[in-house]
């Protein structure tokens, strides 16, 4: 089948099914006129790819993963590199969970603690002038 069928089967757009070849994740045969030919097989590479992709892995990562691969919603099988990419990608992403968790702690105490920007946030205020904390800030600046 040409890229065109394989693209209306898949919901693929040719193009990301170009760029799939270009990351080694998918190898069409080729006609005698260079035109890619793919075959049965492709389909299925194609639904393994997305699937993993879905689960946040790279491109580079699954293109080690896919000749561990069997099935449209891909089992993999253990391969001996399997388990420590694997594992790799899950401590990564638990990395990026800490640090995402982090900056949303820090924004929501910044949310929380953040002072009225009204229309008089930011005057200067005379001497004497007591601050919503109640301090008398006046006195300071007058000295």
């Known amino acids: 089948m040409r890229i065109g069928e394989l693209a209306r ?6 193009r990301l099914l170009r760029y799939y070849e ?7 045969d080729r006609t005698a006129a260079g035109y890619r030919e793919y075959g049965e097989e ?7 790819v ?6 946040g892995l790279s491109t580079r990562v699954i293109a080690e993963l896919l000749p561990c691969a ?5 089992v993999l099988e253990a391969c001996p590199e399997l388990l420590a990419i694997l594992r790799g990608e899950l ?11 982090r900056s949303r702690r820090a924004l929501s105490h910044y949310l ?19 601050h919503d904390d109640g301090h008398d800030y006046g006195e300071e600046q007058a000295a």
């Open 9 to 14: 089967l898949t919901g693929v757009s040719t």
């Open 22 to 28: 270009e990351q080694g994740l998918l190898r069409p």
């Open 42 to 48: 492709d389909t299925v590479r194609v639904w393994q």
């Open 50 to 55: 997305r699937s993993l992709l879905a689960a």
């Open 70 to 74: 069997t099935g449209p919603v891909p």
């Open 91 to 101: 401590a990564d992403l638990d990395s990026r969970i800490e640090d995402l968790s």
């Open 112 to 130: 929380a603690t953040a002072r009225d920007s009204g229309p008089d946030h930011g005057r200067q205020h005379g001497p004497g002038h007591r």
